[in-house]
């Protein structure tokens, strides 16, 4: 059974940094393309990163270019998100995901609140 | 970025009635290399993360009831449920897989009557 844990999630100030993780199990990790999709309080779902399986391949939404760094042990089946100077706006639920297609799986998400 | 456009805003249904969503893409989702529309469907249910449904624009996932179907090709999408059940209240996602900056719906709130 395919199955993503997020866990690092948290209160965090205005500028402050936290950090990101997704476990994978169930499925050969190094082969699969990983996500992270945010929802924030009351709103729709938005994507957040790319890595591709080798890791050799990165995309960031433009808001967090600069801030956030997605990253991926395939030995360690992990995925990492490290978010830097985090905003008000970071506030969210965020999900690790394995996408597209038939290969569609969600973890339960984590809870980020940027706060002062 | 593909922009995807999603309508109904939300719905609200009899049970045992069909319902019946569009999506709408930028441009076109079909990729003549292996003729699939990278577009899926998800369902959030409350309190839940999100759960496909659809995807190709027309494969249903392993477990869906048959009453989900999808259709469409190119930039214009529809998910049907034949007859809605209690169950399926929740917010529809479409989803496009085709850019590796996945893009979605702005959801449709299905309720029930």
């Known amino acids: 059974e395919v199955q993503l844990e997020e866990s690092g999630g948290g209160l965090v100030r205005p500028g402050g940094s936290v950090r990101l993780s997704c476990l994978a199990s169930?499925?050969?990790?190094?082969?699969?393309?990983m996500y992270w999709v945010r929802q924030a309080p009351g709103k729709g779902l938005e994507w957040v990163s790319f890595i591709h399986g080798t890791g050799r391949r990165i995309q960031y939404l433009d808001s967090v270019k600069g801030r956030f760094t997605v990253s991926r042990d395939n030995a360690g089946n992990l995925m990492s998100l490290q978010m830097n100077n985090v905003r008000v706006e970071d506030t969210a639920v965020y999900y690790c995901?394995?996408?597209?297609?038939?290969?569609?799986?969600w973890g339960q998400g984590t809870t980020v609140i940027v706060s002062a | 970025e593909i922009v995807m456009t999603q309508s109904p805003l939300s719905l609200s249904v009899t049970p045992g009635e069909p319902a019946s969503i569009s999506c709408r893409s930028s441009?076109?989702?079909?990729?003549?290399?292996?003729?699939?529309?990278?577009l899926d469907w998800y369902l959030q249910k409350p309190g839940q993360s999100p759960q496909l449904l659809i995807y190709w624009g027309s494969k249903r996932a392993s477990g869906v009831p048959d009453r989900f179907s999808g259709s469409g090709s190119g930039t214009d999408f529809t998910l049907k449920i034949s007859r809605v059940e209690a169950e399926d209240v929740g917010v529809y996602y479409c989803?496009?897989?085709?850019?590796?900056?996945?893009?979605f719906g702005g959801g449709t709130k299905v309720e029930i009557k």
């Open positions: 169930g499925f050969r990790f190094r082969d699969y393309d």
């Open positions: 441009q076109s989702l079909f990729l003549q290399s292996n003729g699939y529309d990278y």
């Open positions: 995901a394995r996408l597209p297609g038939s290969f569609g799986a």
């Open positions: 989803m496009q897989g085709l850019q590796d900056q996945v893009t």
